[in-house]
């Protein structure tokens, strides 16, 4: 199945580039390119892209802005593309506010090209780009500076069973299934079908969200 990608950055080489590296992948269809955060809006509408690399600073609409657009579409709307969030900062708060818009995560722009190919591949098969230590570095550091909304997620929380629990607290500190699997004994698919039930009690689009609100909960805390 080919893969639809736009790419939203203000660097003209920028685009280029990336273009040029998915285009060559034969299953991916890189189906457009915009300039800034507002025109990447329109693009997307148009396009119907399966996966927006989206730059966070841009004129015009910044990447955050664009993503919340794409994410939290208005009413009629009802196409809404993964978005991958590019940055030349590996702690940046916009990414941080990105991630609890619904991005799907987040690749630094000097990453080697085999890293944005297979970025593109795990955000179009619905998983989050949670792996690189900085990801959860970044929100860590963010998650300090916010006080956890406690007392807004408690009874959220509640409604997980004590294993679901035990399963979102690996998925914040950045475990992978098969690293779940093997912390609680249990078989992959069984991890995964945890993971779903996670996201669904506390409507979570993926696991980016996830980390979001367990770190915002006090289910995990930074350091930990």
């Given at each position: 199945?080919t893969?639809?990608?736009?790419?939203?950055?203000?660097?003209?080489?920028?685009?280029?580039?990336?273009?040029?590296l998915?285009?060559?992948?034969?299953?991916?269809?890189?189906?457009?390119?915009?300039?800034d955060?507002?025109?990447?809006?329109?693009?997307?509408?148009?396009?119907?892209?399966?996966?927006?690399?989206m730059?966070?600073?841009?004129?015009?609409?910044?990447?955050?802005?664009?993503?919340?657009?794409?994410?939290?579409?208005?009413?009629?709307?009802?196409?809404?593309?993964?978005?991958?969030?590019?940055?030349?900062?590996?702690?940046d708060?916009?990414?941080?506010?990105?991630?609890?818009?619904g991005?799907?995560?987040?690749?630094?722009?000097?990453?080697?090209?085999?890293?944005?190919?297979?970025?593109v591949?795990v955000v179009?098969?619905?998983?989050?780009?949670?792996?690189?230590?900085?990801?959860?570095?970044?929100?860590?550091?963010?998650?300090?500076?916010?006080?956890?909304?406690?007392g807004?997620?408690?009874l959220?929380?509640?409604?997980?069973?004590?294993?679901?629990?035990?399963?979102?607290?690996?998925?914040?500190?950045?475990?992978?299934?098969?690293?779940?699997?093997?912390?609680?004994?249990?078989?992959?698919?069984?991890?995964?079908?945890?993971?779903?039930?996670?996201?669904?009690?506390?409507?979570?689009?993926?696991?980016?969200?996830a980390?979001?609100?367990?770190?915002?909960?006090?289910?995990?805390?930074?350091?930990e």
């Amino acid at each position: 199945m080919t893969t639809r990608v736009i790419i939203v950055d203000d660097q003209a080489m920028v685009r280029a580039g990336f273009a040029a590296l998915l285009a060559a992948q034969s299953d991916i269809d890189v189906v457009g390119e915009a300039p800034d955060g507002a025109q990447g809006v329109e693009l997307s509408r148009r396009t119907h892209p399966d996966v927006v690399l989206m730059d966070v600073r841009m004129p015009e609409m910044d990447g955050l802005e664009a993503a919340r657009r794409l994410l939290e579409p208005v009413p009629g709307v009802t196409h809404r593309p993964r978005v991958l969030m590019l940055t030349t900062f590996d702690v940046d708060d916009y990414v941080y506010e990105a991630l609890r818009a619904g991005a799907s995560g987040f690749l630094l722009k000097d990453a080697p090209p085999a890293d944005l190919i297979a970025a593109v591949h795990v955000v179009a098969s619905g998983d989050a780009l949670l792996a690189p230590s900085v990801t959860r570095r970044l929100i860590a550091d963010f998650a300090k500076q916010r006080p956890a909304v406690r007392g807004k997620h408690a009874l959220r929380l509640k409604g997980l069973t004590e294993r679901e629990t035990e399963v979102l607290t690996l998925v914040a500190r950045g475990q992978s299934n098969g690293e779940i699997a093997q912390t609680l004994v249990l078989a992959e698919q069984t991890v995964k079908t945890h993971v779903s039930r996670v996201l669904t009690k506390l409507d979570l689009r993926d696991r980016a969200q996830a980390v979001v609100f367990a770190y915002e909960s006090g289910l995990v805390a930074p350091g930990e």
